[in-house]
């Protein structure tokens, strides 16, 4: 089956042509049909199986004819991370070169200016993360009553970044009657019923088993402590024909610690994850992408829906702790029927985590033993011992001290003179003047009592003075 068996119009089948592809992926051969007839969809389909073009292609054939109008984007892509609505973006440069239609980038970690600007003049794609949508949204700089098509994408990443009541609240702003495409990995309980609400009567594809693993990919475990994980990554970046690596960890300040270990080790190794703003992050892919650097460090930021070619190795610094992370980790390499290794390092606490691994993707991984670098039967490093101290000599007894010289005895001191008797101080005392003393105050006269006409107050002094004398 070739791509003019899926009826595209011969301006798209050209810039397809163009860029390379001849026959569609089991995904974009059983989708683009039904997109076409304006039929709602899901479509279930492992990483690298080219679900994205199985919706950007028909998408650009149905809004060739229409007109857009300002603040009201003609279609709606959802995607959950910068990376991935950038990506998308790229798609539809590299396949509508023919068709006039405009498309407009809301993501975070930009400015709003431009973005509001592009609106303002109309779009017919719009690409947004649900974040930086809903603020536009609130702030009142788009509607959204004119979105007949919308796209999920993703929308099993979209529940693990916590976006599901977003999704809701963006679906309830657009109209009722509209095409829906969902597209995932994975179907759990809650993308089944957020489905089940807001697409009517969906036509279901699963062109594999979800959170199956890709059989291009050559999968290994090799068991490793904590300690001896970047002694062990040393080696396999060393012994391996890496071309190209993605080596993921679980954390941004590991990503951060190791991607410069990596550095000083001598590595052409960069950096991405969620900390970074979105001018380095894409400065950091373009690096890579470009053959700058060969090694990328990485947070599960990177792990979904990005399509760089030419990845031969993955390396799982970290276990991941959510098996689907896995799946989508590994595809990274072995992407258009290339093939491709990936590493899993694990420890002794990550005995949970790979055994839920094996049991989603149904498959045992085998175990390898690195030479010098599988830390189990690696002896442990021993303490460090302290050199003994040589035992001292016992010294030889002092020699007797000779007896010290007798000081020469002190000078007898002259004897103090004797203090006057008592007899002249008593002299000197009586031929002072004598200090005149002044007469003792006398005692006030009693007052005398008042009379008897019924006062028993006190008695001022006055009243004891006669007129006569």
Known sequence: MSFADLGLSPELLQSVTAAGYTEPTPIQAQAIPSVLMMRDLIGIAQTGTGKTA???????????????????????????????????????????????????????????????????????????????????????????????????DEADRMLDMGFIPDIETICSKLPATRQTLLFSATMPAPIKKLADKFLTNPKYIEVARPASNNEQIAQHKVRVTARAKRELLRSLLRSEDVSTAIIFCNRKTTVRELAKSLKGSGFAAGEIHGDMDQPSRLAELDRFKAGTINLLVASDVAARGLDIKGVSHIFNFDTPWHPDDYVHRIGRTGRAGATGRAFTFITPDDAEAIASIEKLTGTVIPEVTIEGGAAEDAPRREPRKRPERPVREASAPREARPPREASPPREARPPREASPPREEHTAARESHPPRQHQPRRTAPAPRPEAESDGWNGPVPDFLGFSAAG
């Not at 200016?113 to 592009?118: F, I, L, P, W």
């Not at 949204?137 to 959204?144: D, H, N, S, V």
């Open 54 to 152: 199985s919706f950007v292609l028909p998408m650009i054939d149905v809004l060739a004819h229409g007109r857009r109008r300002a603040l009201m984007p003609r279609s709606l892509i959802l995607e959950p991370t910068r990376e991935l609505a950038a990506q998308v973006a790229e798609n539809f440069e590299k396949y509508g070169v023919n068709h006039d239609l405009k498309m407009a980038l809301l993501i975070g970690g930009v400015q709003m200016g431009d973005q509001v600007k592009a609106l303002g003049e109309g779009v017919d794609v719009l690409i947004a993360t649900p974040g930086r949508l809903m603020d536009l949204f609130e702030r009142g700089k788009i509607l959204l009553t004119g979105c007949n098509l919308l796209v999920i």
